[in-house]
């Protein structure tokens, strides 16, 4: 039962951190989308007034994202390690354990009863840890839901300024379209995140 929970814990870390990277990439794509409608509404000059400032808000939104990840890779490699220290000690305790079956009725075969102790009990606080740790994590992707969310909101009024800058419409809308495509994307991956972590946590 304890390896094959090893097992989950491995594999819900994996999936995480390959979801993490891919939030990553998508918010960097807005942060160079942010850019490019920047250079755009400059060209446009009044006829984009109002997208401009929208430009500032998305690349905010890039770089909270961007720092939030960075923040929720730390945990993850932190589980990551505290699911390794767990798999190993959960080895050991095998090992205990079968050389205690194998010792019954040898001389010294209680000498082995106060480490296997020791181990289960040190498997039993690594995996609080973990726990605690997928807790507090959980906390940590709802914070990314925020600027995802934001940036939804932002798509729509960009596409409302985008509809006023004349030439610069279609270019304009792109942005909003981008930016929205991303958001949604975020969305969909940090969801993938909670959900592997939610599985762990009933499992307990």
Same mark, same amino acid.
């Given at each position: 039962?304890? &390896? ?51 430009? /500032? ?25 505290? $699911?390794?220290?767990? =798999? ?21 075969? /209680?000498?082995?009863? $106060? ?8 498997? =039993? ?8 740790? &997928? ?44 930016? /929205? ?6 969305? /969909?991956? &940090? ?14």
């Amino acid at each position: 039962m304890q &390896v094959n929970q090893t097992k989950s814990q491995f594999v819900a870390v994996a999936s995480i951190a390959a979801e993490l990277s891919a939030v990553m990439e998508v918010a960097k794509e807005i942060s160079l989308a942010a850019a490019n409608a920047k250079a755009i509404a400059f060209r446009a000059g009044e006829k984009a007034k109002g997208f401009q400032p929208i430009t /500032d808000f998305i690349n905010e939104l890039a770089k909270d994202t961007i720092e939030l990840v960075n923040n929720i890779n730390e945990y993850a490699f932190h589980l990551y390690r505290l $699911t390794v220290n767990e =798999q190993r000690m959960t080895e050991a305790c095998r090992r205990f354990e079968k050389v205690g079956q194998l010792a019954v009725g040898a001389r010294y075969a /209680d000498s082995l009863a $106060t480490p296997l102790q020791e181990v289960r009990l040190r498997t =039993q606080i690594c995996h609080r840890e973990f726990i605690i740790q &997928v807790s507090e994590l959980l906390i940590k992707l709802a914070d990314v839901m925020h600027p995802a969310r934001a940036a939804r909101v932002i798509a729509a009024n960009s596409r409302i300024e985008a509809s006023q800058a004349g030439e610069y419409l279609q270019s304009l809308q792109a942005v909003a379209e981008s930016v /929205d495509n991303a958001a949604q994307i975020i969305n /969909d991956k &940090v969801h993938k995140c909670r959900s592997a972590l939610t599985i762990i946590n009933v499992a307990e």
